[in-house]
């Protein structure tokens, strides 16, 4: 049985509301009960696990901010982050899935799209009929967009696309692709890609040894007819897909405290009750120095996403500002895998326990929605006013 427990050492409930608190029991109690039994066979086999996908639905994982006009769930900030949180706490992939279906693929259309999309697609998103992926990425343009060479024509009364995405998370499944591609005058557009245009192919990418549970592909375009309709008119520019990484970023930052809590609480757990020496190793001062500071770095990591969620559905978060959580709580995540998984001893390393498949899934998190490094030079740049990208 999953006995997972939610630390909450500053009393971070208090902050939230009765809604909040419904809203993330709810997914928690579902993690609990269709993910973790089933998680670590499907990471093992290399296997998205597509019977979760009417459950990640009913818990308002598709769009969880959406309007409910749209088939959202109309919720507020704070409880989109939860929700991240919940599912992460579970496998950082199946949170990949949710976070691209809801801030990748239905955002811009709901931020950038026509009426008529948004109604044609918004509502089967939600419901996981549709399943969506992004692509943005390339494979000579990862940290630098703005270098793609995925491009469209005009061609009458369609566009003709080519080029090519990689590492694109739910390629191999996506019904609905939203993709990044520049026009004749270089500027980039948003355009819905669906599956059976005749030149779209999606191959899997095999081999990871991180996200093991979430299925990773590329996108290929020779010469796909995109009807006119299917181009998203609302934005343009490399700074339209930015913001769907905003909101992205912003429920990885939630979502890592998840990945970081289970593995706290599972060592917590077993450090009480394995003994050497005579003694629980809970009660040896370095496996405490190793318990006390993660449980101050998660608290710490907490306390940021709270204030950054408060911020953003005030409508004041700064990109760089969600840089620096999404950084942070990454980087807190992993360190406190790797500890816990120390503290497991040689049962870390299997897969009795959640720990290595975390540790191992936030090698992606840390690299994927910006790497490490380019979150730092962001908030550098904010600071100095200069740029050290180029
Ligand atoms: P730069 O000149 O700085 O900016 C170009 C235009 O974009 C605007 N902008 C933003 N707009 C909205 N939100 C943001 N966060 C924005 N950041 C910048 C900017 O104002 C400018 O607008 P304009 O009107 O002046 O043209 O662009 P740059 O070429 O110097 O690049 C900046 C940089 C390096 C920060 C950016 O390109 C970057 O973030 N690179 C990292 C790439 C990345 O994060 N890729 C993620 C791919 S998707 C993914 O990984 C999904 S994983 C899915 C899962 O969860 O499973
Ligand atoms: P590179 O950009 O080649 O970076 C290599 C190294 O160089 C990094 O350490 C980087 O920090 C460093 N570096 C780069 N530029 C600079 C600089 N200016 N200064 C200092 N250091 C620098 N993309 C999508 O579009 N859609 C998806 O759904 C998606 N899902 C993903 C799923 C997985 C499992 C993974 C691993 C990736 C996914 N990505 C997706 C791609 C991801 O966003 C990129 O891998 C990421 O942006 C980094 O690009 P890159 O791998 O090409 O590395």
Redesign the pocket.
Known sequence: PDLFEAPDYYNLDDLLTEEHKLVRNAARDWVKRDVSPIIEEYAQKAEFPKQIIGGLAEIGAFGPYIPEEYGGAGLDQISYGLIMQEIERGDSGVR?TA??QSS?VMYPIWKYGSEEQRKKFLPKLASGEFMGS?G??EPDHG????GMTTNFKDNGDHYLLNGAKLWI?NSPFCDVAVVWAKNEEGRIHGLIVERGMEGFSTPETHNKWSLRASATGELIFQDVKVPKENLLPGKS???AP??C??S?RFG?AWGAIGAAMDCYDTALRYSKERIQFGKPIAGFQLQQKKLAEMITEITKAQLLAWRLGVLREEGKAT?AQISMAKRNNVEVAINIAREARQMLGGMGITGEYSIMRHSMNLESVIT???THD?HLL?TGLDITGI?A?K
């Open positions: 990949s976070s691209v990748l992004f943005l990425t940290s630098n967009p703005g998370s520019g490399l700074g930015l913001g990484l905003d992205a990885i990109s994927y929605e910006g380019i962001i740029s990208f």
